[in-house]
């Protein structure tokens, strides 16, 4: 049983994914929104709304370029990793307000520019003067703090990570224009380089230039477009209370994300539990994240994430489909962007041999440092 | 062994920095807590949480803890000064209940240590600055001769 969904998401597009495009983020970014809108069956000129998920590029750049009249401006206003979902939110308060229409939401990311994704912490002036003197610096060596203290709270050896990043490939196998291709065998995840123990590449998600967004607009407007709606029927927003600054090193319980509060308040709001989900994408820029939210929105028990994987329950004809596009591991590390483009493929019943069959109930779940966003989406019935 | 230690210059143009690296200089620890409740208040923040007012007093600590948890880095992700591998810990401090110090774990035992283990204060000189490094309890005492 679903709660009555006022809004869904009508259209979706991505551009292709690589290292070092020969597009800017700009371009890239105004490519996946032409493309959503397409998608959706509308022209930009019907689009009269836009959710911005980093402010870079600028929404002002990206309607001037396709001819966009914006009634409504709004970004995210959560931490990255959460914000691709917290906009779907947004545009949500906005369609419902009557504030536009059709709002498109993008994110475009050129993560392997000089830097990474590793500058913006640089930034921080309590990590330049306590944290990256003793050479605590980069998402890898955050997370694999937490692993590390994980293994040891749960018993778990270094090679039982090795199923979360082999269900990753074998999804991405089955996934056009997915970034990383390439098997990854049990052998393969052993000779996978140390990063920072106990995690290796394996365990890292890609980088990736690339752009994606989608369209949302009210439940009986989408009725009347080509593409069977995705109804947005329960979402749940959450913040931890830590700082960006100390949220890696100093949360008192050590393993505890916003999933564990967001999550509950997504099943709630759609009127279901966690049993009802019949696939989910999960934000994984790690192995250690992905298990770790799995936990908390009560998709595995606790301690067993790492267990559940390589058992086979996340991957192709598993109990439990997780991430069917390969994930951030495998498919492009678009945040949390293209984990909602996936669950919308999967509930139009589009994606040819990874297609989970019946699947009607979709959670989408992303972390962004200290905020945590949870999303369910649904095919009209 | 070739022990590797990071050598990136601390941040320290700000009072909420200053003490903690002027304590390092003279090769102590110390953390700030709230004068009135003692609760150690660790990254220093603009207000304090425990709810009173004013400035926070910096504690010299003995500088023995407990590895937390520790992570060995064998990539470079520093700007500059980062040549790996080298390990992270993170240490709680005996004396200051409730933080996590994020340094690193030298000599003997370094490359390989284990949650739980003691360690106590042994710092490293850089070109730079002092770093409040950390070596297992009960390993040999090679502060005075470490450099980067």
């Known amino acids: ?381 | 062994m070739t022990e590797h230690v990071p050598e990136f210059a601390p941040y320290t143009d700000d009072p909420l920095y200053a003490p903690f690296w002027a304590a390092a200089e003279a090769g102590r620890v110390a953390l700030p807590a709230c004068p009135d409740c003692g609760v150690f208040q660790w990254y220093p923040l603009p207000g304090r949480p425990c709810g009173h007012q004013g400035p926070l007093e910096w504690r010299d600590l003995p500088g023995t803890g407990t590895i937390f948890t520790f992570t060995r880095v064998e990539r470079a992700f520093l700007p500059s000064g980062g040549e790996p591998p080298y390990t992270v810990v993170f240490v709680e401090l005996d004396g200051a209940p409730g933080p996590r110090l994020v340094s690193v774990l030298v000599g003997d035992g370094s490359a390989a240590p284990a949650i739980g283990d003691r360690v106590r204060l042994s710092p490293t000189r850089t070109a730079t600055h002092t770093l409040p490094t950390f070596a297992l309890a009960g390993s040999p005492d090679t502060s005075a001769a470490r450099t980067t």
Not at chain 1, 56 to 77: C, E, H, Q, V, Y
Not at chain 1, 114 to 133: L, Q, R
Not at chain 1, 155 to 180: F, H, I
């Open chain 1, 1 to 381: 049983m679903t709660a009555a969904a006022s809004v869904a998401i009508v259209g979706i597009g991505e551009t292709e994914f690589v290292r070092r495009s020969d597009h800017s983020v700009g371009e890239l970014a105004v490519a996946a929104v032409r493309a959503a809108i397409a998608d959706a069956g509308l022209t930009p000129g019907q689009v009269d709304g836009i959710v911005s998920v980093y402010g870079d590029p600028a929404p002002d750049d990206i309607t001037s370029s396709i001819g966009m009249l914006r009634r409504f401006t709004g970004t995210a206003g959560y931490v990255p990793g959460a914000a691709a979902l917290s906009a779907a939110v947004t545009a949500k308060l906005a369609i419902d307000a009557g504030l536009a229409d059709y709002v498109v939401i993008y994110m475009a990311y050129g993560a392997s520019r000089p830097g990474g994704p590793y500058t913006f912490h640089a930034k921080d002036p309590i990590k330049a003067s306590y944290e990256m003197p003793f050479g605590f610096y980069g998402q890898p060596v955050y997370f694999a703090a937490w692993q590390q203290r994980y293994c040891h709270d749960y018993n778990v050896k270094p090679d039982e990570l090795a199923g979360v990043s082999m269900a990753a490939r074998k999804w991405a196998q089955l996934t056009p224009g997915a970034q990383e291709t390439r098997p990854l065998t049990f052998e393969d995840y052993l000779a996978s380089p140390m990063i920072s123990t106990p995690l290796r590449k394996a365990d890292c998600c890609l980088l990736t230039d690339g752009a994606a967004a989608y369209v949302m607009t009210s439940a009986d407007r989408a009725r009347d477009l080509p593409n069977a709606p995705v109804l947005l029927t329960g979402y749940g927003l959450a913040s931890m209370d830590t700082t960006m600054h100390n949220i890696f090193t100093q949360k008192q319980d050590f393993l505890e994300l916003g999933s564990r509060l967001s999550g509950p308040r997504a099943y709630a709001s759609a009127g279901i539990t966690p049993a009802d989900v019949d696939v989910a994408m999960v934000y994984d820029c790690f192995s250690t994240s992905l298990v770790l939210q799995m936990e908390d929105l009560g998709l595995c028990p606790r301690g067993e994430g790492f267990a559940f994987a390589n058992e086979g329950h996340t991957s192709p004809g598993g109990s439990l489909p997780v991430n069917t596009h390969g994930g951030h591991l495998a498919y492009a590390y678009l945040p949390g962007v293209v984990h909602i483009a996936e669950a919308v493929k999967q509930l139009r019943g589009v994606r040819a041999a990874a297609q989970v069959s019946g699947a009607e109930v979709a959670l989408v779940s992303a972390l962004g440092g200290n905020d945590h966003a949870s999303l369910v989406l649904t095919k009209d019935r």
